[in-house]
């Protein structure tokens, strides 16, 4: 639909009004974003820093203490009936330990582990699972080779902060060692202090399990990219993830240092860049009012300029219409008047000569049509004239000079034949004789009714479905026993065609023969019949067999060729089948791709039709 004038001068306007306000607003909102990135988004990695740093000093911090308790305690020569009772001494001193076990090299504790059960202060109450975890935690393979180790973080079920199993060697070459679970409950209060206002805190271990966190979820796989991009680099990463809870933060990574864990603290992106999302709330609402503006002043220009203009836009659509009756009123003596003048002149031009050539064309049309009415009758007999004077030659000296003697041949050879043992060599030879001759015969037979078609005439009008419903009839045999599943969809009513049943029955014939022998191990074969406007009647044969190289298409039709590898097909079938079909005044055409079957169509003229199919 054409936009009108006054449309596309609001549209301009609006433009002009409107785009400068979102490109700056648009600017205005990316910088603002950038600068709130930098911003809040450097608060939060000294956040998530300053966390880790605080991990990495506590655990320093107890793997100090520990060694200084195993430096002053005689754990190498302790009895194992006194280390439960000294191994109290340094739990009582050292409020971040959650208990202290002495084992030998082996790892085997060499008395009960000595623990606080209420978990009072920065402890974490231990329980028979917490212990049990806290044995497959300590890294004491790694105590005995290197004097010193931490194992990885671990958290356990109801508790907010998470745990380190630490362990030292008793002396320099002792084969004890002292264990210890380090409470992390003061980060996991810090978490929580940094969680507020719907942010997020995490305490991760190096697959981004979290070890303390504020809200006991799980990370999403943003956020373990997060993780696992700040672990890669080894220093602090920031930008947004969608958390498990379908909500973007605005997270920071840090590495704790030397422990191969990290902290992540985040904060909701809708309240880090509020101050943007406002620059562009206004600046949709400015956008606004900037387009109801220059809709208003848009009215009142276009107003003036818009109904002139509309009445000329229609009487040029009548004009294009044909109607030349329509004029523009002359209103005024600015442009817009001396167009509308100009364009009515116009008009009336185009209605005159219009006129003239309309009469010159029906006059020439119908010179034109009744030339070639002519031409083509001239044509069509010259060319009927042709085929019957060389078919009924051919015929003639066919019949003269073999039909008779070979009629003696095959009589011949059939009283031959009855005097002679079958099961004899001579039986034999003379057996396949006379089917060579019977064969013979057979081509005589068809190459005469390439003839009888010109000489049948006109033919009757007829029901062009009985000759195809005959047909099927004919070979419903053939079909079973080459294992062809026939499909049939015949339309009723179907328009009559004017010609000989008999012949039309021979085109389907030889049609559903020359398919089925195209599927020599089976298939489906497709036959349709169908009304085109009325005028005509369409018929369709496909198969599903090997298909017809394109380089054999233009050749389907000439007599004795084939490409069939049967001795008894001689290559007449689609040959007389295209006669038949021309002296109907029809037309068949053939579509074939190698390998996925033929579909032959032919189109006859319903019977009362004066045009034939060309």
Not at 62 to 86: C, F, H, I, K, T
Not at 502 to 526: E, H, Y
Not at 535 to 558: H, Q
Request: proline letters at 4%; one cysteine or more.
């Amino acid at each position: 639909m054409p936009v009108r004038f006054a449309s596309r001068l609001m549209l301009v306007l609006a433009l002009v009004g409107v785009v400068p306000v979102l490109l700056l607003g648009g600017l205005a909102f990316r910088a603002n974003r950038d600068e709130l990135h930098r911003l809040v988004g450097g608060l939060q990695t000294q956040a998530a820093t300053d966390l880790a740093r605080a991990c990495s000093q506590l655990v320093l911090v107890g793997v100090d203490n520990l060694r200084m308790a195993a430096g002053y305690l005689p754990l190498e020569n302790l009895e194992a009936q006194d280390a439960s009772a000294v191994l109290s001494i340094p739990l009582r001193q050292l409020g971040s330990l959650n208990l202290l076990v002495l084992v030998d090299g082996q790892g085997r504790a060499l008395a009960p582990a000595v623990f606080s059960s209420t978990g009072e202060g920065s402890r974490q109450r231990v329980t028979d699972d917490s212990l049990a975890l806290f044995s497959r935690q300590a890294p004491v393979q790694d105590a005995l080779s290197t004097g010193a180790a931490i194992g990885l973080p671990y958290r356990t079920p109801g508790s907010s902060g998470g745990r380190v199993a630490l362990a030292v060697r008793t002396g320099e070459s002792a084969s004890r060692l002292l264990l210890a679970e380090l409470s992390l409950a003061d980060m996991g209060k810090r978490v929580e202090e940094l969680a507020l206002d719907g942010g997020l805190a995490f305490i991760v271990d190096a697959q981004g399990v979290p070890v303390a966190s504020n809200s006991g979820r799980e990370l999403s796989e943003e956020e373990r990219a997060l993780v696992s991009e700040g672990l890669s680099r080894g220093g602090p990463v920031v930008r947004t993830v969608l958390g498990v809870d379908g909500v973007e933060y605005l997270a920071a990574f840090a590495p704790v240092p030397n422990l191969g864990w990290g902290a992540v603290v985040g904060r909701k992106a809708s309240m880090a860049f509020a101050p943007a999302e406002h620059v562009r709330r206004s600046t949709f609402f400015w956008a606004l009012m900037a387009l109801a503006a220059t809709g208003v002043l848009g009215f009142v220009l276009a107003r003036g300029v818009s109904q002139p203009v509309a009445r000329l836009s229609e009487g040029v659509a009548a004009l294009a219409e044909g109607r030349y009756d329509r004029r523009v009123p002359q209103e005024g003596r600015d442009e817009l008047g001396l167009l509308a003048r100009s364009f009515n002149h116009m008009a009336d031009e185009l209605q005159r000569r219009d006129a003239e050539l309309r009469r010159w064309s029906e006059e020439l049309q119908k010179r034109v049509d009744e030339r070639t009415r002519q031409l083509r009758e001239v044509q069509d007999q010259i060319a009927r004239t042709r085929r019957m004077a060389a078919l009924g030659s051919l015929s003639a000296g066919i019949a003269h000079e073999l039909n008779n003697p070979l009629t003696g041949i095959i009589g011949l050879l059939s009283l031959a034949c009855d005097e002679v043992s079958a099961q004899s060599s001579v039986g034999q030879s003379l057996a396949m004789a006379l089917e060579q001759a019977r064969r013979m015969a057979r081509i005589i037979r068809e190459l005469s009714q390439m003839a009888e078609q010109e000489r049948a005439g006109a033919g009757r009008p007829l029901d062009p479905s009985q000759p195809v419903r005959a047909a099927l009839h004919e070979l419903r045999d053939d079909f079973q026993s080459r294992g062809v599943t026939l499909s049939c969809a015949l339309s009723e009513p179907m328009p009559r065609v004017l010609g000989h049943a008999d012949q039309l029955q021979k085109v389907v014939t030889n049609l559903l023969r020359n398919a089925i022998t195209a599927m020599p191990a089976g298939g489906t074969l497709s036959v349709g019949l169908a009304a085109v406007e009325g005028d005509a009647v369409c018929l369709s044969v496909k198969d599903t067999g090997k298909g017809i190289p394109e380089s054999m298409r233009e050749r389907i039709f000439d007599p004795f060729f084939t490409t069939k590898d049967e001795p008894d097909r001689v290559g007449l079938g689609l040959s007389v089948a295209h006669r038949i079909v021309e002296a109907h005044h029809g037309r068949i055409r053939v579509e074939s791709a190698e390998g996925l079957g033929t579909t032959i169509t032919v189109i006859l003229p319903a019977a009362g039709g004066e045009a034939h199919l060309t």
